[in-house]
Every structure is written in C-alpha cells, then in structure tokens.
C-alpha cells in the first residue's frame, strides 16, 4: 500500500584538466517513509466518545471527541474547557503529543485550511487557530449539532432547528439560513463556490420521507439550487415506496461535493437524476458492477446506503453508487453510512456499520491477522477508487477471536497515501477491535472508548 521508493536521478558533471567536459547519470533509489499503520484504543476509565479525525499537512492525527480523563498527557485547558478535546498525535501515529480542551462537550467538529479547526456542541462553536491553542473565536447561539469550517474561514453551525447560521472568517454576526424539512443531517461549507450545502429528509406522508440536498449562497443565504426534495405526490407518481434520507456530507479533496444516504429499499429515489424523478439514470452515472452495489434480492425492511459525487457549483450528479451487504443465502441485508473523505483525486472513503456480511467477510484479514467474527453493528472501512468502478479496501475490524458489534466507524480523513478513520467502541463480552503498532497511550481501560486505526491504502 503506497509507494515504498522512488528513483532519485543523480547527475554527476566532471570536469577534468585538459579534458573534454562529461556527464554521468547514475539511478539510486530513494527510500520514502511509508504512511504508519497503528490501530488503537483512546480512552480512559470513563466513557469515551470521538466525534472527528484529521490528518495534518505534517502528517499528525487530530481526533475530537469526549474523553473525560486521560492519565499522563500533555493538557491545555482553554476557557470553558472540559471532556469536549482535540487530541493531537504525532506523525508516526503512536504518541499524544497533548490534549487540548476545549469545550464541556462535543457533538461535531471539523477542520478548515492551513489546520483551523472548530468544534462544536450544547454551549455553541469555538474556531481554532493551526496551534489548536488560540481562540480565533468563539460563539453562544444555543446547541449546534454539526459544525463546518471552509478553506477561507467562514463557518456553518446546524441548529437542533433546521437553521444553519453562516459565521464571517473572523467571527461577529451570523447569517441565519432557514432550511426546513423534518431534520437536517448534515452540513458542508465551500468558500470556492460561495456555498454552503445541507442534507436531510422530509417527512413528504405519513408513510414517505424524502431526502433532499440543498445549497445557499453564503453571501445572502437564497437557494442556489436543490436536488432530490420531490412532493409525496411526485415520488409515488413515479412508482418509488423507499423512505430515503441524506445523511452525510463531505468537500472532498478533489473539490467535489460528496452525499451519503440511506434508504429503506432499492425503489427509492437515488436511482433517478436528482432534479428529475422521471430520468432513470445511466450506467455511467450509477454505478455497478456486482451484488454489494446493485440492490436486488432484498426482502423486508432493509437499510441500504447510497452515496454520490455532486459538483458543487450546479448541483449536478456525476456518479452514484449503492452500497448494500449480503446474508448468506444472497438476500441483501443493511449497511449505513456515517461518515466521507475524499482524496485530491476523488478516492473516496466510506465508513459506518454494517449487518451481516461485507463480501469476503469469513475469511477477511487485516494487519497480516485473520478477523474475528460478524456482530451485528460492526464498524467497516471502504476506499472506493475514483470511478467508482473498484473497492481498494472493505474491511471489519472485530479483532482475531473477538466480535465488534455496535461499535460504528464515525468518520475519516484521507491524503493521497494515508487512511485515518475513528471508531466508537462498546465493550460488551468478547468484543475487541484489532490493534497493530503498539500505540503508547491508547489502550483499553474501561467504558466505551475511542478507537483509531491509521494506515496507508493502496491502489
């Protein structure tokens, strides 16, 4: 996974007394650093709970998250500062370089250009500087339930209400945009187009939700444009029963929007163009290319997930692709997604939990171990190749011997050579997760932990 060398090419010019001028090109090999790969528990006596990753310009982890106590880490405690934490770790994936706490609690966070950060939570937003030590700013708008930092500064802070207020670089007054619908899942914010997008559902009928996708200028806070959001009326005119919901988003690398959703059955509106039900869409724009993307043999109520590559600028779909898991017997079982990164060349990453069974899930191994057993609600890893046409990787994580039941991956960062993806862990029975590189102060001692696992991919 990654590239271990590459050629250094080495000129050597001599010039010798009385001689004619000469070249001599010699090939050495350079030998690169690969990516580290370490998988472990962050946590400690209490319950813990991590909420977001990131992976640093130099290549250090940031996690956030709720961890109470961690005994014999470096601590900045900045005012109002409590469980809620950025938790830095060096490059080789293995040390905590410090804790820095920044807030009671936690329920989102994200990071923005040159390693600004926000977090979020009940007592509102507190944006970060690069040193994650300096308050840039900080806000009391009530509980904000996802938060979004963009390349420029400009932040999105998502109410319990649907309302997503839109905050200048430098803090001061909000713009306060009304989304609407039943419940808004999720937001992304991208200072390139000037918009800031939101996802969710609307319960259209009392047996029909319907996701929709929207974008808002940042400047005003008008629709610039809106995907999906059909009438009951409409969806079931078109022959389509699935509930369907957005549910998460993400400003990939590569400067695409990307969705994730859920749906209840294949009969949903994902397979249709997003700004017109009637249009089924193509084999180039929804991708498949055997049974864990393509939802047929499903019987009863199924949770399958979807997602899909937007430009941001128009709203456009450029490739779609379900995602669903198999019984033994064949019939598609659930999956759901919680949480995208994209890489510069639209790699995607997927992360969530899963019902029985990822494909090649009884002989799966990881880290040279052989995987532990299916529990229901285990967490699992995809790296999606650009054209949505290969997995690179699809994987549990239930340590050899043990299970990982209801312990969802919850979200990842990607480089174009590097993986990280957070984990929450329930301890229940032989539960455990595979660990590898021996990290120093993550180990298991109690309650629900965090858990993070770090390793290069390959294409």
């Known amino acids: 996974m990654g590239r271990m060398f590459s050629l250094l090419l080495l000129v050597i010019v001599g010039l010798g007394v009385g001689r004619a001028q000469s070249t001599t090109t010699i090939f050495v090999p350079l030998v690169q650093t690969p990516p580290p790969t370490v998988a472990g528990y962050l946590g400690g006596g209490q319950n813990d709970v991590l909420v977001a990753v990131s992976i640093t310009s130099t290549g250090e982890l940031i996690l956030a998250g709720n961890l109470p106590s961690l005994a014999g880490v470096p601590e900045v405690v900045l005012p109002g500062g409590g469980a809620g934490a950025f938790i830095q770790i060096g490059a080789d994936g293995r040390r905590i370089s410090r804790v820095i706490r920044v807030a009671a609690t936690l329920n989102h966070a994200a990071f923005g250009g040159e390693g600004a950060a926000v977090g979020c939570g009940p007592n509102g937003v507190v944006v970060l500087d690069a040193d994650l030590t300096t308050v840039r700013w900080a806000a009391t708008p009530g509980e904000v339930v996802r938060c979004a930092i963009a390349l420029d500064g400009r932040v999105a802070a998502l109410l319990t209400t649907p309302t997503v207020l839109i905050y200048p670089a430098n803090g001061g007054s909000p713009l306060a945009v009304n989304v609407g619908g039943t419940a808004v899942r999720d937001i992304a914010i991208?200072?390139?187009?000037?918009?800031?997008?939101?996802?969710?559902?609307?319960?259209?009928?009392?047996?029909?939700k319907v996701a929709f996708l929207r974008a808002y200028r940042l400047h005003d806070g008008t629709l610039a444009w809106q995907r999906y959001g059909f009438s009951a009326g409409v969806v079931k005119g078109a022959g389509l029963a699935a509930d369907s919901e957005g549910r998460r988003l993400a400003m990939?690398?590569?400067g695409m929007l990307y969705v994730a959703g859920f749906t209840d059955g294949g009969n949903s509106i994902f397979g249709r163009d997003p700004a017109d039900i009637n249009r089924v869409l193509s084999t180039s724009e929804l991708i498949k290319y055997d049974s864990y993307n393509n939802p047929f043999n499903i019987s009863g109520a199924k949770s399958l997930a979807w997602y899909g590559r937007f430009d941001p600028a128009s709203g456009t779909l450029l490739r779609g692709q379900w995602?669903?898991?198999?019984?033994?017997?064949?019939?598609?079982?659930?999956?759901?997604?919680?949480?995208?990164?994209?890489?510069?060349?639209?790699?995607?990453?997927?992360?969530?939990?899963?019902?029985?069974?990822?494909?090649?899930?009884?002989?799966?191994?990881?880290?040279?171990?052989?995987?532990?057993?299916y529990e229901s609600g285990e967490p699992f890893v995809l790296i999606v190749h650009p054209a949505f046409m290969q997995r690179y990787v699809w994987t549990a994580l239930a340590a050899p011997g043990a299970t990982a039941g209801s312990s969802p991956a919850i979200a990842a960062a990607m480089t174009a050579d590097r993986i990280a993806v957070a984990v929450n862990f329930t301890p229940a029975g032989s539960r455990a997760l595979v660990t590898t590189g021996y990290p120093v102060f993550a180990t298991s001692l109690g309650g629900a932990d965090g858990y993070y696992v770090t390793m290069p991919w390959g294409r």
């Open 190 to 208: 991208d200072s390139t187009t000037g918009l800031v997008f939101a996802t969710g559902y609307t319960q259209a009928a009392s047996d029909l």
């Open 252 to 254: 990939g690398g590569d």
């Open 323 to 373: 995602l669903l898991t198999r019984l033994s017997d064949g019939k598609g079982n659930s999956i759901s997604i919680q949480g995208l990164a994209a890489a510069a060349d639209g790699t995607l990453a997927v992360v969530g939990s899963a019902a029985c069974c990822l494909q090649g899930r009884s002989t799966m191994q990881l880290f040279g171990q052989t995987l532990g057993s």
